[in-house]
Protein backbone atom coordinates (compact mmCIF):
# COMPACT_ATOMS: atom_id res chain seq x y z
CA UNK A 1 0.00 0.00 0.00
CA UNK A 2 2.68 2.18 1.17
CA UNK A 3 4.17 4.02 -1.08
CA UNK A 4 6.40 6.46 0.55
CA UNK A 5 10.81 6.31 0.97
CA UNK A 6 11.39 5.04 2.98
CA UNK A 7 8.68 2.78 3.59
CA UNK A 8 5.77 3.05 6.24
CA UNK A 9 5.90 0.19 8.79
CA UNK A 10 3.78 -2.22 7.73
CA UNK A 11 0.26 -3.03 9.63
CA UNK A 12 2.05 -6.49 11.04
CA UNK A 13 4.60 -4.53 12.46
CA UNK A 14 4.75 -3.08 16.36
CA UNK A 15 5.30 0.30 15.61
CA UNK A 16 1.95 0.37 12.95
CA UNK A 17 1.09 3.44 14.28
CA UNK A 18 4.29 5.08 13.28
CA UNK A 19 2.66 5.09 9.29
CA UNK A 20 1.99 8.67 7.89
CA UNK A 21 -1.67 10.00 8.12
CA UNK A 22 -4.13 9.16 4.47
CA UNK A 23 -7.28 10.57 6.07
CA UNK A 24 -7.65 12.29 9.51
CA UNK A 25 -11.34 12.85 10.77
CA UNK A 26 -10.71 14.19 14.50
CA UNK A 27 -14.98 15.35 14.46
CA UNK A 28 -15.53 11.19 14.16
CA UNK A 29 -12.50 9.76 16.43
CA UNK A 30 -10.61 8.26 13.80
CA UNK A 31 -7.91 8.49 11.26
CA UNK A 32 -6.85 6.18 8.32
CA UNK A 33 -2.68 5.72 7.82
CA UNK A 34 -0.92 4.55 4.99
CA UNK A 35 -0.57 0.49 5.78
CA UNK A 36 -4.70 0.95 5.85
CA UNK A 37 -4.74 0.90 10.01
CA UNK A 38 -7.85 2.55 11.24
CA UNK A 39 -6.73 4.37 14.21
CA UNK A 40 -8.99 5.44 16.64
CA UNK A 41 -8.87 8.09 19.01
CA UNK A 42 -9.18 5.78 22.51
CA UNK A 43 -6.24 4.34 20.76
CA UNK A 44 -8.13 1.06 19.18
CA UNK A 45 -7.13 0.07 16.50
CA UNK A 46 -8.65 -1.94 13.37
CA UNK A 47 -6.35 -3.74 11.05
CA UNK A 48 -6.54 -4.36 7.44
CA UNK A 49 -7.30 -8.40 8.01
CA UNK A 50 -9.85 -7.65 10.47
CA UNK A 51 -8.18 -7.71 13.11
CA UNK A 52 -8.93 -5.55 16.28
CA UNK A 53 -6.71 -4.31 18.35
CA UNK A 54 -7.97 -3.14 22.17
CA UNK A 55 -7.74 0.73 23.54
CA UNK A 56 -3.95 0.71 25.23
CA UNK A 57 -3.83 4.27 26.99
CA UNK A 58 -0.98 4.34 29.12
CA UNK A 59 -1.87 4.42 32.62
CA UNK A 60 -2.24 7.75 34.84
CA UNK A 61 1.29 8.21 36.13
CA UNK A 62 1.78 10.51 38.95
CA UNK A 63 -1.38 10.05 40.65
CA UNK A 64 -1.78 11.89 44.00
CA UNK A 65 -3.57 9.55 47.07
CA UNK A 66 -4.32 10.84 49.99
CA UNK A 67 -4.85 9.33 53.36
CA UNK A 68 -8.29 8.63 54.83
Known sequence: MC??????PT???????????????PEQ?????CNGVLLFE?????LPDGQ???PHRPLSAGRVTTAA
Open 3 to 8: QHQPAC
Open 11 to 25: AESADREAARLTAHH
Open 29 to 33: GWSLL
Open 42 to 46: DTGEL
Open 52 to 54: IIA
